[in-house]
């Protein structure tokens, strides 16, 4: 399929300013609109994956700093960065990752947050039987949360397990796989556990088609761009900072376990630890990095600003540790990809019930 044509919209007169002026803009000074640019058909296509399903739900969008559907609006916010190649460079350049950025990932965000929105319009987690399948939507959510990737209880969309980390974010992860087109849910999931939610959503939409009334209208845009009024350079400021986690001890044992064969007190998990391969592990992990990166990149998404964040601190306490690569090179690459990736996950989602910054 060929790579869908983009439209950026009008010209703007910042978008030829150089890094450092242009990171003194306000945010609310750059007048996005998210008409006649990519973003209007990425929405076109997915309100027409609505229609196909018969939903007469129709959210609004508009743009933000993030993607979030508030708790009491039935709509979606998009980030501004989106609307504009300038503002994506900028974004890349200071967070290293875009969300969003590709028509196919636009999507799946986009998926996602209609999830959300029409479980606001139409008060789904209020129903026994959604709580049921997925539990109660009062739980607080975690500031982080540590997924199992080996589970079946959930389904993979987004990247980092994120339907794990909260009932309503599992919710929006089963609508949105049910919602894309040829997703072969049933065959896809055949013999999990998510089954179960993907049948239930199946049934609750096909019901939702009959013309069940919403219980919530709201037109409301909260955050929207002209509200924002912190300068770029201060909305960078607070992300990397909301991003960037504080040295912690958090991953001792695990290392431990992986690199030397003990536990937290450092005794010998087992009488026959494995051999050393002639490195420390925070050599092994330097020489290494490369392809540990490429590994993590498959399995999160992306995310690299966090990932390297927890990737150097690692290295930092291996280092510390004094602790020694130990076995099969190829499966040690492996076993710590997975490990840099829980972790790495658990910095990722922090609660988007309405706005995190």
Same mark, same amino acid.
């Given at each position: 399929?060929?790579?869908?044509?983009?439209?950026?919209?009008?010209?703007?007169?910042?978008?030829?300013?150089?890094?450092?002026?242009?990171?003194?803009?306000?945010?609310?000074?750059?007048? &996005?609109?998210?008409?006649?640019?990519?973003?209007?058909?990425?929405?076109?296509?997915?309100?027409?994956?609505?229609?196909?399903?018969?939903?007469?739900? =129709? #959210?609004?969008?508009?743009?933000?700093?993030?993607?979030?559907?508030?708790?009491?609006?039935? $709509?979606?916010?998009?980030?501004?960065?989106?609307?504009?190649?300038?503002?994506?460079?900028?974004?890349?350049?200071?967070?290293?990752?875009?969300?969003?950025?590709?028509?196919?990932?636009?999507?799946?965000?986009?998926?996602?947050?209609?999830?959300?929105?029409?479980?606001?319009?139409?008060?789904?987690?209020?129903?026994?039987?959604?709580?049921?399948?997925?539990?109660?939507?009062?739980?607080?959510?975690?500031?982080?949360?540590? #997924?199992?990737?080996?589970?079946?209880?959930?389904?993979?969309?987004?990247?980092?397990?994120?339907?794990?980390?909260?009932?309503?974010?599992?919710?929006?992860?089963?609508?949105?796989?049910?919602?894309?087109?040829?997703?072969?849910?049933?065959?896809?999931?055949?013999?999990?556990?998510?089954?179960?939610?993907?049948?239930?959503?199946?049934?609750?939409?096909?019901?939702?088609? $009959?013309?069940?009334?919403?219980?919530?209208?709201?037109?409301?845009? #909260?955050?929207?761009?002209?509200? &924002?009024?912190?300068?770029?350079?201060?909305?960078?400021?607070?992300?990397?900072?909301?991003?960037? #986690?504080?040295?912690?001890?958090?991953?001792?044992?695990?290392?431990?376990?992986?690199?030397? $064969?003990?536990?937290?007190?450092?005794?010998?998990?087992?009488?026959?630890?494995?051999?050393?391969? $002639? &490195?420390?592990?925070?050599?092994?992990?330097?020489?290494?990095?490369?392809?540990?990166?490429? &590994?993590?990149? =498959?399995?999160?998404?992306?995310?690299?600003?966090?990932?390297?964040?927890?990737?150097?601190?690692?290295?930092?306490?291996?280092?510390?540790?004094?602790?020694?690569?130990?076995?099969?090179?190829?499966?040690?690459?492996?076993?710590?990809?997975?490990?840099?990736?829980?972790?790495?996950?658990?910095?990722?989602?922090?609660?988007?019930?309405?706005?995190?910054?």
């Amino acid at each position: 399929m060929p790579r869908a044509r983009r439209k950026w919209g009008r010209r703007y007169a910042w978008a030829r300013l150089d890094h450092r002026a242009l990171l003194d803009l306000r945010i609310s000074e750059l007048g &996005l609109r998210i008409e006649h640019t990519w973003l209007e058909s990425c929405i076109a296509r997915v309100m027409a994956e609505l229609e196909r399903r018969k939903l007469r739900f =129709r #959210p609004h969008f508009w743009l933000s700093d993030e993607w979030f559907s508030p708790g009491d609006v039935p $709509g979606v916010a998009l980030p501004f960065y989106l609307a504009h190649p300038r503002l994506i460079r900028l974004e890349r350049s200071r967070m290293l990752y875009v969300e969003g950025a590709t028509v196919e990932t636009c999507m799946q965000y986009l998926r996602h947050e209609i999830g959300h929105a029409i479980l606001h319009a139409y008060r789904l987690n209020r129903r026994r039987r959604w709580q049921r399948n997925f539990g109660s939507s009062s739980k607080p959510y975690p500031r982080a949360y540590q #997924p199992n990737p080996a589970s079946r209880r959930y389904v993979h969309h987004l990247p980092g397990w994120y339907a794990q980390s909260h009932p309503e974010e599992d919710f929006a992860e089963t609508f949105a796989v049910w919602l894309r087109p040829h997703s072969g849910w049933r065959r896809r999931y055949r013999g999990w556990p998510a089954l179960k939610k993907l049948e239930y959503v199946d049934s609750l939409m096909k019901e939702l088609a $009959g013309g069940v009334r919403k219980e919530r209208n709201s037109r409301a845009k #909260p955050y929207n761009l002209p509200s &924002l009024r912190i300068t770029l350079r201060e909305y960078y400021e607070k992300k990397r900072s909301y991003y960037q #986690p504080g040295f912690s001890g958090a991953y001792d044992r695990d290392l431990r376990r992986l690199f030397d $064969g003990e536990d937290s007190s450092g005794e010998p998990l087992a009488r026959n630890r494995p051999p050393s391969i $002639g &490195l420390t592990a925070a050599q092994f992990l330097r020489r290494n990095r490369r392809e540990i990166r490429r &590994l993590v990149a =498959r399995w999160s998404g992306g995310y690299a600003f966090t990932i390297d964040a927890v990737l150097n601190q690692m290295i930092g306490r291996c280092s510390e540790l004094k602790l020694m690569a130990r076995g099969s090179e190829r499966q040690l690459k492996l076993d710590f990809a997975v490990l840099l990736t829980v972790h790495g996950m658990t910095y990722l989602y922090r609660k988007r019930e309405s706005h995190a910054m």
